[in-house]
T-cell receptor, first 114, second 111 residues
Framework: GAVVSQHPSRVICKSGTSVKIECRSL??????MFWYRQFPKQSLMLMAT?????????EQGVEKDKFLINHASLTLSTLTVTSAHPEDSSFYIC??????????FGPGTRLLVL | GENVEQHPSTLSVQEGDSAVIKCTYS??????FPWYKQELGKRPQLIID?????GEKKDQRIAVTLNKTAKHFSLHITETQPEDSAVYFC??????????FGAGTRLTVKP
């Protein structure tokens, strides 16, 4: 199988606080993990790609100092939204891949910043 | 970089009819084309994929066709059922962790 978990599933926070989201591949080692943001009724927008032990590659327009990504092991990547603001409210989804093709998605984290 | 366009954005069919969703891509280096189904509030699930050395692939009621020359690929769902209602995303990748997604198609199957 290829199971990816994500925690928390839902988080509500006050403006200015930081939020950490974890993504884990449960039954395989992920060479690469991806972080996406999805606004209501819109597509998946890739934010960054991370490989274990190296710095993440951010897509154009994504602030790396605001969205901190740490890929500490082959089964864990974390996304920290620093100093969150209401416009950061969204559905954040991670995915993990065993190789360069198929991606397996986590269940997503719904972030609401008040 | 790769640009994937998907049509239509919404599609409504009667139960039992067929549904077709079309995508085009821009990068001729793309060689892997997956389709994902996403139900409301849930994760995208891979339903079928095709690689550039194949023109067509079928899995029960779902089929995907690929035209490399024209750079387009399509998802075909036959004998649609209400549980097929969801948002479907196409994607394209060259195999270098560069997958890009289409905008999605909201399929509604009316009983």
């Amino acid at each position: 199988g290829a199971v990816v978990s994500q925690h928390p599933s839902r988080v509500i926070c006050k403006s200015g606080t930081s939020v950490k989201i974890e993504c884990r591949s449960l039954d395989f080692q992920a060479t690469t993990m991806f972080w996406y943001r999805q606004f209501p009724k819109q597509s998946l927008m890739l934010m960054a790609t991370s490989n274990e032990g190296s710095k993440a590659t951010y897509e154009q327009g994504v602030e790396k100092d605001k969205f901190l990504i740490n890929h500490a092991s082959l089964t864990l990547s974390t996304l920290t939204v620093t100093s969150a603001h209401p416009e950061d409210s969204s559905f954040y989804i991670c995915s993990a891949s065993k190789g360069p093709e198929t991606q397996y998605f986590g269940p997503g984290t719904r972030l609401l910043v008040l | 970089g790769e640009n994937v366009e998907q049509h239509p954005s919404t599609l409504s069919v009667q139960e039992g009819d067929s549904a077709v969703i079309k995508c085009t891509y821009s990068d001729s280096a793309s060689n892997y084309f997956p389709w994902y189904k996403q139900e409301l509030g849930k994760r995208p699930q891979l339903i079928i994929d095709i690689r550039s050395n194949v023109g067509e692939k079928k899995d029960q009621r779902i089929a995907v066709t690929l035209n490399k020359t024209a750079k387009h690929f399509s998802l075909h769902i036959t004998e649609t059922q209400p549980e097929d209602s969801a948002v479907y995303f196409c994607a394209a990748s060259s195999g270098n962790n560069d997958m890009r997604f289409g905008a999605g198609t909201r399929l509604t199957v009316k009983p």
